[in-house]
C-alpha cells in the first residue's frame, strides 16, 4: 500500500525530552539481584555491579530510572537498606510474596545509577506510610549536613546530598491489590500532604501524583479527577501506566496499541485540563507515563494463587520472552510517547533487567539484548531536538478492538543543530509492504540518508535466548533512498523502521 506525509521544521510539537527514555529498577523478581546486582559473576565490579548488564543499559540509552518500585513499595521500610549491610534485615515482600534481603539499598542503587549515568526517579511509599517517612527518605537523600539523617548518609560514606529531583507520591493506589490501598480521596489527601511537606524542605522538586494503575480500571479518569481536586496545586506530573499484550491471538489489534496509548494520553491531559480549569489555575500537569510496556499479563495471572507456601529470594516472576511482534508493538509505543511530547515529558519502560525486560541475563552466565531492546536503542539514540508534527496519509485496516485504525504510523524529529531529520515508522498490516514517500524539501538543505535501520522478520514469533541472542535485530533498510527532496522507502509487513537524513 502507498503511504505520504510531508516533514516542515517549522510544525513543531515540543522539545524532545531525554527524561522519554526512562526506565524501571524494582525489586521485583530478578530485576536487582542476579539482574543488576551479582557479586561473584565474571563481570562484577568491586561493588558487585554486573559490567556486562551495566553496558547494555548504557548503550540501550536509558536517561532515568524510577526506584525501587513498584508495589513493592508499597510496603517498603528505605531505612532496611542502609548501613553495614550485615546488619539489614530480611524482610517479606508481600506484593511479590518472596524474601527481600535488603543487600541492595538506597546507597547502592544510586551508586550503580551513577555508573549507569542515569537519573533516579524515587519512589516513596504512600501505602503503609506516610508523610513523616516520606520526609525521612528525602531528608537522608538531599539535605546537605547537619541534619540527623543526612549525618547518617554521611556515615554510610556519601558526603554530598544525591540532590533527587523526581519523586513518585506512591504506586498504583488506586488498585485493590496494592499495600495500602486508598480511595480517591484518601490518597489525594494524603498525596497534598506529602507534596506540600515534601516542597517545603525543597521547593525545586518535581513530584508525580498517582494516576489510575491502567485504563481498564473501573474508576479511569474519575480518580484522576477526585485526586487532582485535592493536590491539582501541590504536584507537577500526573502518572499513567499501560501494558499491552495479544489477546486471544488478536494480532491485529495488538499491533494498534499505540492507538490505545494516544487514547489514553488524550484522556488523562483532557481530565487533568478540566480539573486545573474548574481550579482556575493557571498551572499545566504534564504525564509521567512511569510504566509502560508489552506484558504477557493474563499469564501471569492464569499462574497467581498456586497456594504456595514458598517465599523465594529473587525468584523467575514474569520473565517475558519477547518476540519480533513485541518488538514492533514497543517501537510504535514509543513513536506515540514522542508523538505526545507536549504533554509526556517523563516515561519509564517497566522494567530494566529480566522482568519485563529489554535486558535478559542468567546467575553466573551471559546478559543479552531481548527484541525489545533493539527500537528503544535506536529511538533513544536518534530522537533529537524538536518532535515535528505528522499526519500520515495511508490506508486503515480492521481491528477488534479499535475498529479502523492506519495501518503506517510515524513521528520525526529534527536537530538545528546537526541538521539531522529523524523518521521513525511502523507499518502494521500483516501482509502487505509500505511504499511510503516523505517530502523534506523544507529544510533548506539537500538531504541524503546518513543510516537507516529496520526490524522485521518471515517469523513473527522469532525471539532472542542465552543461547542465540542476536537471532532478532535491526537491519539496514533493504531499500531507502532520496531523491529531489523525496524521501522513499518500502517498509516489510510488520515492521519498525528509523530513517536518520542529514
Ligand atoms: O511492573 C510490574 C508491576 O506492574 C509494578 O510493580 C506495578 O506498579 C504494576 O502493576
Not at 493506589?173 to 498525596?191: C, F, I, N, S, V
Not at 530494566?352 to 541475563?361: D, E, G, H, M, Y
Not at 500520515?392 to 541538521?419: I, K, N, S
Request: overall charge negative; glycine content about 8%.
Amino acid at each position: 500500500f502507498a503511504a505520504s506525509f510531508s516533514l516542515d521544521p517549522s510544525f513543531t510539537v515540543a522539545p524532545v525530552s531525554r527524561r522519554t527514555f526512562g526506565s524501571f529498577v524494582e525489586h521485583m523478581g530478578r530485576c536487582v539481584y542476579t539482574g543488576i546486582y551479582e557479586p561473584g559473576h565474571p563481570t562484577a565490579d568491586a561493588d558487585g555491579f554486573r559490567g556486562d548488564v551495566l553496558a547494555l543499559v548504557r548503550e540501550l540509552g536509558v536517561s532515568l530510572v524510577r526506584y525501587p518500585g513498584g508495589n513493592f513499595v508499597s510496603g517498603y521500610r528505605w531505612e532496611d537498606g542502609i548501613g553495614p549491610v550485615a546488619d539489614r534485615p530480611v524482610r517479606r515482600d508481600l506484593a511479590w510474596r518472596s524474601l527481600e534481603t535488603n543487600e541492595v539499598g538506597i546507597d547502592e542503587f544510586m551508586r550503580w545509577a551513577g555508573k549507569a549515568g542515569v537519573e533516579v526517579m524515587y519512589a516513596l511509599n504512600l501505602g503503609t506510610r506516610g508523610v513523616q517517612e516520606a520526609l525521612d527518605v528525602h531528608e537522608y537523600l538531599n539535605h546537605p549536613d547537619r541534619t540527623r539523617l543526612a549525618e547518617r548518609r554521611r556515615a554510610n560514606g556519601v558526603e554530598k546530598p544525591y540532590g533527587v529531583r523526581m519523586f513518585c507520591l506512591g504506586n498504583e493506589l488506586d488498585g485493590p491489590w496494592q499495600t495500602g490501598h486508598k480511595t480517591a480521596q484518601e490518597y489525594g489527601r494524603l498525596a497534598a500532604q506529602t507534596a506540600r511537606a515534601l516542597r517545603s524542605a525543597e521547593p525545586e522538586l518535581e513530584l508525580v501524583v498517582c494516576g489510575s494503575s491502567s485504563s481498564s480500571m473501573p474508576t479511569f479518569v474519575a480518580w484522576e479527577a477526585e485526586v487532582l481536586e485535592t493536590a491539582y496545586d501541590a504536584v507537577d506530573y500526573i502518572s499513567a501506566h499501560a501494558y499491552y499484550e495479544p489477546v486471544d491471538g488478536d494480532m491485529a489489534s495488538f499491533l494498534a496499541s499505540a492507538v490505545d496509548m494516544d487514547h489514553f494520553v488524550g484522556s488523562v491531559v483532557a481530565t487533568a485540563d478540566s480539573v486545573g480549569a474548574r481550579l482556575k489555575s493557571t498551572k499545566r500537569l504534564n504525564i509521567s507515563f512511569d510504566e509502560w510496556n508489552v506484558w504477557y499479563l493474563r499469564d501471569f495471572q492464569d499462574r497467581l494463587d498456586t497456594g504456595s507456601t514458598e517465599w523465594p529470594v529473587a525468584p523467575r516472576v514474569i520473565e517475558d520472552c519477547y518476540s519480533v511482534a513485541d518488538a514492533v508493538v514497543v517501537g510504535s509505543l514509543l513513536i506515540s510517547l514522542l508523538r505526545h511530547s507536549d504533554r509526556v515529558t517523563v516515561a519509564c519502560q517497566a522494567q530494566l533487567v529480566n522482568v519485563i525486560a529489554p535486558i535478559r541475563t542468567e546467575p553466573g552466565g551471559a546478559a543479552w539484548r531481548q527484541t525489545i531492546f533493539h527500537p528503544f536503542a535506536i529511538t533513544s539514540r536518534l530522537a533529537r531536538g524538536e518532535v515535528l508534527r505528522v499526519e500520515p496519509r495511508c490506508p486503515t485496516y480492521e481491528t477488534a478492538r479499535y475498529g479502523a485504525v492506519p495501518a503506517l504510523d510515524a513521528v520525526a524529529t529534527h536537530d538545528a543543530d546537526t541538521g539531522d531529520v529523524t523518521v521513525f515508522v511502523v507499518n502494521r498490516h500483516q501482509s502487505q509492504a509500505a511504499t511510503l514517500t516523505v517530502a523534506v524539501t523544507g529544510f533548506g538543505v539537500e538531504l541524503r540518508v546518513a543510516e537507516s535501520w529496520t526490524l522485521a522478520d518471515d517469523d513473527l514469533l522469532a525471539v532472542n535466548t542465552a543461547d542465540c541472542p542476536d537471532r532478532v535485530v535491526a537491519r539496514p533498510t533493504a531499500d531507502v533512498e532520496v531523491t529531489d527532496g523525496v524521501l522513499r522507502a518500502t517498509l516489510p509487513p510488520v515492521s519498525w523502521s528509523a530513517v536518520r537524513l542529514c
